[in-house]
């Protein structure tokens, strides 16, 4: 069967709005340039963006011509979009670095070394900074009905509660003059985004076609929200990032391998870049056994290795195998075994304090709230260090039983853990 793009990815619930689909397949009859935005609201981005971020991708693997674009002005200013008040304005030097981190992400997902497509990263304040006011509002504004941008959802909505400042206000004319830059610069003729954008990208249509009397396309995709209805890319602790230092590589993993059964299979079809037979199987093989979690694990493997790398990947998925007796907790490095318990309840003995017994640590972190409760998982059975089974009420732990010469783990039962740091 030959390969459609669109359908492939209707098929994974990847479109929300386009303009024109009809022309938009005779367009991509042959290859052309598309672009997608990424505005540095903070040091990484989330695991939100990978969903348009994998579209752009799409894109790219069927032919066609990328650009990422990391929004160095648009982030001073600050999208109104789905935000009930100002943003607040970070500097110029925060900025630029966080544009500088996120290229960094981007290009893991981008070939910009291809011989017959590669990406081409853009920063939209390249075009805009060289600007003066002047010129902005002559060339650019004069173009914007503000009639129009009222009735905008995001800027109506603001203006019912406490109001939108003009630099706000503003973010729909910076956007739209992207989609015209890069249509002169590139024949840019495609832009993607979230479906909270449809208005922001088709005003740079109108854009386009007042200025260069041309036309464009818009494909938006749906904000994905997760089978129980509460936010996607959201954790007790936040939002999950690529960043390792802001999500650990295990969080990460842990984030995806703890999916929602109703949620995996969804999340194969947006993230992965399995093909349609493949995804296919392994949902029949998670209906026929859920308890395997064989799609759950092929989805964080997958998403870990893209993000990080294969081999952390594969680490932190034996982290997390030995936590749970898998496997030997021994053989991990510190800095895997570090990361991976720092998701756990935990209680930390200061250096040169007497080392407590198993059932005092188990209180400490909370697993459970009185000592009786722990003598009793330790007559029952179901008290572990590091994986060996604890038979003594009063067993204390060892400077020797501290992996790395620094954590210990406990664990009640099957799946109940927590770690002990040693200062």
């Excluded at 991509?28 to 989330?46: C, N, Q, R």
């Excluded at 693997?61 to 990391?70: D, E, S, W």
């Excluded at 981008?110 to 002047?134: C, G, R, Y």
Aim: overall charge negative; aromatic content about 8%.
């Amino acid at each position: 069967m030959t390969y459609d793009l669109l359908d492939d990815l209707k098929w994974r619930g990847l479109i929300a709005q386009t303009t024109d689909e009809v022309e938009l397949r005779k367009a991509l009859a042959k290859p052309i340039t598309l672009y997608v935005g990424f505005d540095p609201t903070a040091p990484s981005i989330h695991v939100g963006n990978l969903v348009v971020l994998f579209v752009l991708r799409r894109f790219q693997l069927a032919g066609h011509n990328p650009l990422p674009l990391v929004g160095g002005a648009t982030g001073l200013v600050g999208d109104p979009s789905g935000k009930n008040e100002e943003r607040t304005l970070n500097t110029t030097e925060v900025v630029g670095q966080w544009v500088d981190r996120i290229k960094g992400q981007l290009s893991k997902f981008m070939d910009f070394e291809s011989s017959k497509n590669p990406a081409v990263m853009v920063n939209n304040l390249d075009w805009t900074a060289p600007m003066s006011a002047i010129e902005f509002l002559r060339d650019i504004g004069k173009h914007f009905s503000v009639n129009q941008m009222l009735n905008k959802d995001a800027v109506s909505s603001r203006l019912e509660k406490d109001g939108i400042s003009y630099t706000e206000f503003s973010y729909q004319v910076l956007q739209s003059m992207d989609y015209l830059e890069l249509y002169k610069r590139y024949n840019c003729t495609l832009q993607i985004g979230g479906s909270d954008q449809w208005g922001n990208i088709t005003a740079g249509l109108d854009l386009i076609r007042r200025v260069e009397s041309a036309s464009a396309h818009a494909l938006t995709v749906p904000l994905l929200t997760k089978a129980d209805g509460t936010k996607f890319g959201k954790t007790a602790g936040g939002s999950v990032w690529l960043d390792p230092e802001m999500t650990s590589p295990y969080a990460f993993f842990q984030y995806w391998l703890n999916s929602d059964d109703n949620d995996v299979i969804n999340f194969l079809k947006v993230f992965s870049f399995k093909s349609r037979t493949e995804i296919e199987a392994l949902e029949s093989a998670h209906t026929a056994n859920p308890g395997a979690r064989e799609a759950h694990r092929e989805l964080a493997r997958e998403l870990t290795s893209l993000v990080h790398s294969p081999e952390i990947a594969a680490r932190v998925e034996e982290a997390a195998r030995a936590l749970f007796g898998q496997g030997d907790l021994a053989t991990l490095d510190e800095s895997t075994l570090a990361s991976a318990l720092a998701e756990l309840p935990h209680t930390r003995i200061e250096k040169g304090a007497e080392i407590p017994t198993w059932v005092d640590l188990l209180v400490a972190t909370g697993v459970v709230d009185s000592k009786s409760a722990a003598r009793r998982i330790v007559k029952e059975g179901g008290a572990y260090l590091n994986n060996e089974k604890v038979v003594g009420e009063d067993f204390r732990l060892q400077k020797t039983d501290f992996l790395c010469g620094k954590y210990a783990v406990l664990r009640k039962g099957k799946r109940d853990l927590a770690a002990v740091e040693l200062g």
